[in-house]
């Protein structure tokens, strides 16, 4: 489990840095540290955003939420039972998301926030 976990923050860091050097060079046209910091701010925030949802989702609080839809459309459409038996196979929000992506992309995120932080605070003092 840890050994999967520290792989996929590894390649998760590793999109983030190639995806920071590639939006920098859209955004700004030229790559200098401090363009390269703020790209990877933006996307290490986003990355916190998604893996925030994730573990929301992944603690089943969408869970009760989707039932609900599920069945009150179950009891509205006119084919029954076919209906509620597509329902129920069906996976909730909690099981869409596995635990080591979600964690892993919460780890690489804090790393990468961290990082762009300590980055940007020494480059201006």
Do not use: W
């Amino acid at each position: 489990m840890k050994s999967k976990l520290f792989k996929h923050t590894i390649i998760y860091i590793s999109i983030s840095f190639i995806l920071s050097f590639i939006l920098s060079i859209l955004i700004y046209k030229y790559i200098t540290v401090l363009s390269m910091i703020n790209t990877l701010f933006i996307i290490a925030l986003l990355e916190l955003c998604a893996s925030a949802l994730m573990m929301t989702a992944r603690g089943g609080f969408f869970d009760a939420i989707t039932h609900s839809f599920r069945t009150t459309y179950s009891k509205l459409t006119k084919k029954g039972e076919l209906i509620k038996d597509e329902i129920a196979e069906m996976r909730m929000p909690s099981e869409m998301f596995s635990q080591t992506a979600t964690f892993s992309l919460l780890t690489c995120s804090v790393i990468l926030f961290t990082l762009s932080l300590i980055v940007g605070y020494s480059i201006a003092y």
